[in-house]
């Protein structure tokens, strides 16, 4: 059974940086279509950032510049670099795994194993 683990959220200022973790067992990073995704109270859960079996990235628009997706293929982990922090930015934060690479990054639909969630909170 694929298990995801997130770590790695907390609490920051505005302008602030947070490096998120996901271990991944019984699943290898760098050989699956993997993503970040976050969910703030009240609203729909969103796509992040995506990384493609063969290492394309893909960013939101309003996370681009300011997030990196990458994969640490010796760790078996995926992070999310997350630079300037913004308030509009607090959610819990999953990392999931997106079953034979189908459909778009960004739709969770495609997704089929998700993690227990970071809280990531910026405060101004």
């Known amino acids: 059974q694929v298990q995801l683990v997130e770590s790695g959220g907390g609490s920051v200022q505005a302008g602030g940086s947070l490096r998120l973790s996901c271990s991944a067992s019984?699943?290898?990073?760098?050989?699956?279509?993997m993503g970040w995704f976050r969910q703030a109270p009240g609203k729909e859960r969103e796509g992040v950032a995506g990384?493609?079996?063969?290492?394309?990235?893909k960013y939101a628009d309003s996370v681009k510049g300011r997030f990196t997706i990458s994969q640490d293929n010796a760790k078996n982990i995926l992070a999310l670099q997350m630079n300037s922090l913004k308030p509009e930015d607090t959610a819990m934060y999953y990392c999931a795994a997106r079953a034979w690479c189908a459909g778009t990054w960004y739709s969770r639909l495609y997704y089929s194993n998700w993690g227990q969630g970071t809280q990531v909170t910026v405060s101004s």
């Open positions: 990384v493609e079996a063969d290492g394309t990235t």
């Open positions: 019984r699943i290898t990073v760098n050989r699956n279509c």
